[in-house]
T-cell receptor, first 114, second 115 residues
Framework: AQSVTQLDSQVPVFEEAPVELRCNYS??????LFWYVQYPNQGLQLLLK??????LVKSINGFEAEFNKSQTSFHLRKPSVHISDTAEYFC????????????FGSGTRLSIRP | EAGVTQFPSHSVIEKGQTVTLRCDPI?????LYWYRRVMGKEIKFLLH????????ESGMPNNRFLAERTGGTYSTLKVQPAELEDSGVYFC?????????????FGQGTRLTVV
């Protein structure tokens, strides 16, 4: 079985400050890794994903995440946040062997202060 | 191209009533999934259709939940009778053939409140 732990339920930061949203997972099989984002009053959107290859993956809006197999982590970072990044962020995994399911963490609500 | 569409966006019903949620996937997507988020907890898998066939329904909580996908297009999720613990946000997602969860697109969700 797989599980995903997002250590922080809420992260308040000031605009233009850096941010890191932490994610650890547990799995006995290899997994794909994802970060999804839900902006206020919108649906879930895929922010970035790691399938294979380079362990550092980036989104079009400046977020990046690094897959660390030894620490079973996939933390999300951004060097300088904007008000528009206010949203809830979900870390998720999907096992290679049964790719029909996504297993989500409980979400981290990122709030940006001006 | 239209995304995944869910109806209604909100629903408030009394305990014991019946509610039907609808999901229209992206055109041509054979894979359709239902997920649920209860009370700010993690989003949990309910079931997976490939066209009109249920591929995996291991996440369905009990027999009060019935999902259908007639003709392999839109899907409905019926809760009958609804209980208080069914309150939450129900998400639908779809993906193309062969892509499964590496390219899943989600809808906006239906917020269900059972009172």
């Amino acid at each position: 079985a797989q599980s995903v732990t997002q250590l922080d339920s809420q992260v308040p930061v000031f605009e233009e400050a850096p941010v890191e949203l932490r994610c650890n997972y547990s799995s006995s099989v290899s997994v794909y890794l994802f970060w999804y984002v839900q902006y206020p009053n919108q649906g879930l959107q895929l922010l970035l994903k790691y399938l294979s290859g380079s362990t550092l993956v980036k989104s079009i809006n400046g977020f990046e995440a690094e897959f660390n197999k030894s620490q079973t982590s996939f933390h999300l970072r951004k060097p300088s946040v904007h008000i528009s990044d206010t949203a809830e962020y979900f870390c998720a995994v999907s096992p290679y062997s049964s790719a029909s399911k996504i297993i989500f963490g409980s979400g981290t609500r990122l709030s940006i202060r001006p | 191209e239209a995304g995944v569409t869910q109806f209604p966006s909100h629903s408030v019903i009394e305990k014991g009533q019946t509610v039907t949620l609808r999901c229209d996937p992206i055109s041509g997507h054979d894979n359709l999934y239902w997920y649920r988020r209860v009370m700010g907890k993690e989003i949990k898998f309910l079931l997976h259709f490939v066209k009109e066939s249920k591929q995996d329904e291991s996440g369905m909580p009990n027999n009060r939940f019935l999902a259908e996908r007639t003709g392999g297009t839109y899907s409905t999720l019926k809760v009958q009778p609804a209980e208080l613990e069914d309150s939450g946000v129900y998400f639908c997602a779809s993906s193309p053939v062969g892509r499964l969860n590496t390219e899943a697109f989600f809808g906006q969700g239906t917020r269900l409140t059972v009172v």
